[in-house]
């Protein structure tokens, strides 16, 4: 995997030419919400070509969308040997509902590409064979260079115009890696492709940490020595001094309205937990105690924050309600659980904890119950949520060197997606991005 970037006037012409042929009828097929929820048989014949059609055009649509529908875990893709209506563009005039449902589909999705100097035109439609109805279908015009995010632009609309929510193949995730020889911030799409460097100090740089609005990263780096504050403006890449108060500036995690900072500081000979402004100013300390806390992780509401702290002998997930300051043990279970992530939907917090000599990524309900063990192989840490609260990103070293992982909320997957020899951590998963 190289460092790559989609330079923005391609993003920008390709985003500009999307043209829409019909409006959502505003109907969920597929409600992610249910307890019953199951995966559902989709049929996704060959591309069919609307004119030219190069085969490595048509190759990188195919690869990418059928691996974007595969990490929706909303779908069965059926084998192609047995499907009708081959060697076709299947449009509202050519569809035949009875001999899709005849073979078993539940839906149906076509996809029509063209490529000619330079530019191409793909589009997609999309049918529920069962009820024998036409969903949605759109079109999407851009240089070559951008297809990859043109086919991401689909699949987001096809996960939206089926659940009512939006996709997170547009999202991205930013990571530590020491593949330069030093621990630098790196960003990549949320499939692990177009990465590049956000840091470049040559020092020690970890723990990043989105902004609400996707906009900038906060991360600690000991570029002057001391672990310091920093944010960078990704569009300027211009970065700021935050906080270089000495000691720890730490494992920062911005407020849900972006208009706070929960990070770690050093206390009376600990570590605690304070509050800074947006521009990482006026301090306050929001725990008093002997022990360490760290790890600060908000609800999506902003009143609760959950953190680590060896209070009780060894590190465990405590949740504090901010408007009196109570503060509850989370975990019970293993002799050491770190790292807490609070999901964008505020229904579970996802923990790395110890068992049997390994870590393991866990999820649990806010109050404590409904425990649940997703991991299996190797150690995994760090975890971190999509936007959508329902894949998470992890470190990982089943394969030896830690790698970033995804998966579903259910442990579906997982995904891999870094496999440099290098050691890749501390995922962070950005929010919806514009």
């Not at 030419?17 to 109907?27: A, D, K, M, V, Y």
């Not at 059928?66 to 875990?73: A, E, W």
Request: aromatic fraction near 10%; proline fraction near 6%; charge should be positive.
């Amino acid at each position: 995997m190289q460092p790559k970037k989609l330079p923005f006037f391609v993003l920008f012409l390709m985003i500009t030419t999307i043209l829409p042929l019909t409006t959502s009828r505003g109907i969920i097929y597929i409600d992610i919400d249910s307890p019953h929820i199951r995966k559902f048989y989709l049929a996704l014949p060959e591309i069919e070509g609307l004119g030219s059609a190069p085969q490595e055009i048509k190759k990188e649509i195919e690869g990418t969308l059928t691996q974007d529908l595969i990490i929706s875990n909303l779908f069965y893709l059926m084998e192609r040997e047995r499907l009708p209506q081959k060697g076709v563009y299947i449009t509202e005039a050519t569809m035949d509902f009875g001999a899709w449902a005849s073979v078993g589909a539940e839906f149906l999705l076509s996809v029509g590409l063209s490529a000619e100097g330079g530019k191409v035109l793909t589009e997609f439609r999309l049918f529920d064979v069962v009820q024998g109805i036409y969903i949605a279908g759109k079109r999407y015009r851009g240089p070559k260079e951008g297809v990859r995010l043109m086919v991401h632009r689909m699949a987001d609309e096809i996960i939206h115009q089926l659940t009512g929510e939006r996709g997170i193949f547009q999202t991205k995730i930013t990571f530590v890696s020491d593949r330069s020889g030093n621990k630098e911030i790196y960003l990549m799409d949320f499939d692990g492709r177009n990465v590049e460097m956000v840091t470049y100090n040559g020092s020690i740089n970890i723990s990043p940490a989105w902004s609400p609005d996707g906009e900038s990263l906060l991360y600690t780096s000991f570029r002057r020595r001391n672990p310091d504050l920093y944010q960078v403006l990704l569009s300027m890449k211009r970065t700021i001094l935050l906080s270089a108060v000495t000691g720890l500036n730490a494992a920062p995690a911005w407020s849900p309205d972006g208009k706070r900072i929960a990070l770690m500081m050093r206390g009376n000979g600990n570590t605690e937990i304070y509050l800074l402004n947006s521009e990482g100013k006026n301090p306050s300390r929001l725990t008093r105690s002997w022990a360490n806390k760290a790890s600060p992780t908000w609800s999506p509401d902003g009143r609760h924050i959950a953190f680590v702290s060896d209070r009780s002998g060894s590190p465990q997930v405590y949740v504090m309600d901010l408007p009196n300051g109570k503060i509850r043990r989370l975990t019970y279970e293993g002799s050491y659980n770190c790292s807490p992530a609070w999901s964008p939907k505020g229904d579970r917090i996802a923990f790395a904890g110890q068992a049997e000599g390994r870590f393991h990524i866990y999820t649990i309900r806010p109050d404590g119950t409904e425990l649940r063990k997703l991991t299996g192989e190797g150690n995994n840490e760090h975890p971190s949520w999509a936007p959508n609260g329902r894949h998470i990103a992890f470190a990982s070293n089943r394969k030896g060197n830690y790698d970033i992982y995804i998966m579903t909320e259910d442990g579906g997957g997982p995904w891999r997606t870094t496999t440099s020899r290098a050691n890749e951590t501390e995922p962070a998963w950005s929010p919806w991005l514009r």
